[in-house]
């Protein structure tokens, strides 16, 4: 009997688990489509905000700012178009991962078969995913209202998703390393308001220190590479610039990750 005993102990080490972790990409997938139908519930409630905060402030700046100045101009269309991505991708999502946190619900994606990594992406995407539409109409609106040319409005389709990543990253680990859902909500709206005022602004036009905190912001890059289409492209900064962009996306999302495991497991 014992020999028996010993027998079924064995084969029950040797068992295989219960569910084995899906490849990344489709736990991604998976974890994108079950967000996406969730946020495509509020989707276009929050684009209007976002889009009628943004045409709001371009209004706001056309009676202020020097109208013969390409700088000025194409910093607040520039600035404005990416606040859309920074209200719902480094905000919106902050929100969401500190009111997962409060509410103990991280501890339900360790039940499933998907990787951590999988879950911080798809939600991250799912949030970054739908702000292109908003964007695309706020830059619009605001090269007539401004007087710029449209020609390569195209390249929203590489800055909105590169720098939605990078706040994203930014966005869920602000939300996941917040104590407290309020902090993550404060943190939020803080980055959401550094965004603004440091990317209408012109950047020659800032003093030494501020020009340093905007180095240090992700949506500058992407102000920066989307006023780099203007005029007289300058391509090679566009590509720079949406490098460091890629770059703190990948570093913030990575360390989101670690924030995941690390606040759901604790």
Same mark, same amino acid.
């Given at each position: 009997m014992s020999q028996t005993l010993g027998r079924s102990s064995a084969a029950g080490?040797?068992?295989?688990?219960?569910?084995?972790?899906?490849? &990344? /990409? +489709?736990? *991604?997938?998976? #974890?994108?489509?079950?967000?996406?139908?969730?946020?495509? $519930?509020?989707? =276009?409630?929050l684009l209007f905000v976002a889009v009628f905060q943004s045409v709001g402030i371009m209004i706001l700046m056309r009676g202020v700012v020097d109208t013969g100045s390409d700088s000025a101009r194409e910093a607040v269309v520039a600035g404005s178009s990416v606040l859309v991505v920074a209200f719902v991708a480094l905000n919106l999502l902050a929100q969401h991962f500190g009111a997962l946190r409060a509410a103990n619900a991280l501890d339900y994606y360790l039940t499933l078969p998907v990787r951590p990594a999988?879950?911080?992406?798809?939600?991250?995407?799912?949030?970054?995913?739908?702000?292109?539409?908003?964007?695309?109409?706020?830059?619009?609106?605001?090269?007539?209202?401004?007087?710029?040319?449209?020609?390569? &409005? /195209? +390249?929203? *389709?590489?800055? #909105?998703?590169?720098?939605?990543?990078?706040?994203?990253? $930014?966005?869920? =680990?602000?939300?996941?390393?917040?104590?407290?859902?309020?902090?993550?909500?404060?943190?939020?709206?803080?980055?959401?308001?550094?965004?603004?005022?440091?990317?209408?602004?012109?950047?020659?036009?800032?003093?030494?220190?501020?020009?340093?905190?905007?180095?240090?912001?992700?949506?500058?890059?992407?102000?920066?590479?989307?006023?780099?289409?203007?005029?007289?492209?300058?391509?090679?900064a566009f590509g720079a610039d949406l490098a460091v962009c890629a770059a703190v996306g990948v570093a913030m999302l990575s360390l989101a990750t670690w924030a995941f495991r690390r606040t759901a497991r604790g």
């Amino acid at each position: 009997m014992s020999q028996t005993l010993g027998r079924s102990s064995a084969a029950g080490s040797d068992a295989e688990p219960l569910a084995a972790a899906t490849p &990344l /990409w +489709a736990g *991604l997938a998976a #974890v994108y489509r079950a967000q996406l139908s969730r946020v495509r $519930v509020s989707r =276009v409630p929050l684009l209007f905000v976002a889009v009628f905060q943004s045409v709001g402030i371009m209004i706001l700046m056309r009676g202020v700012v020097d109208t013969g100045s390409d700088s000025a101009r194409e910093a607040v269309v520039a600035g404005s178009s990416v606040l859309v991505v920074a209200f719902v991708a480094l905000n919106l999502l902050a929100q969401h991962f500190g009111a997962l946190r409060a509410a103990n619900a991280l501890d339900y994606y360790l039940t499933l078969p998907v990787r951590p990594a999988a879950v911080v992406l798809g939600i991250a995407a799912a949030y970054a995913s739908f702000t292109l539409p908003g964007a695309v109409v706020t830059a619009v609106i605001g090269a007539l209202m401004f007087q710029l040319p449209l020609a390569n &409005l /195209w +390249a929203l *389709l590489l800055v #909105v998703p590169l720098s939605g990543a990078a706040l994203a990253g $930014v966005g869920a =680990v602000c939300g996941l390393l917040s104590p407290r859902q309020e902090l993550a909500t404060l943190l939020g709206q803080l980055g959401m308001s550094a965004a603004l005022l440091l990317g209408i602004i012109p950047a020659d036009r800032m003093p030494m220190v501020v020009e340093w905190g905007r180095d240090v912001l992700p949506s500058s890059y992407g102000v920066d590479a989307f006023i780099a289409t203007y005029g007289t492209p300058d391509w090679a900064a566009f590509g720079a610039d949406l490098a460091v962009c890629a770059a703190v996306g990948v570093a913030m999302l990575s360390l989101a990750t670690w924030a995941f495991r690390r606040t759901a497991r604790g």
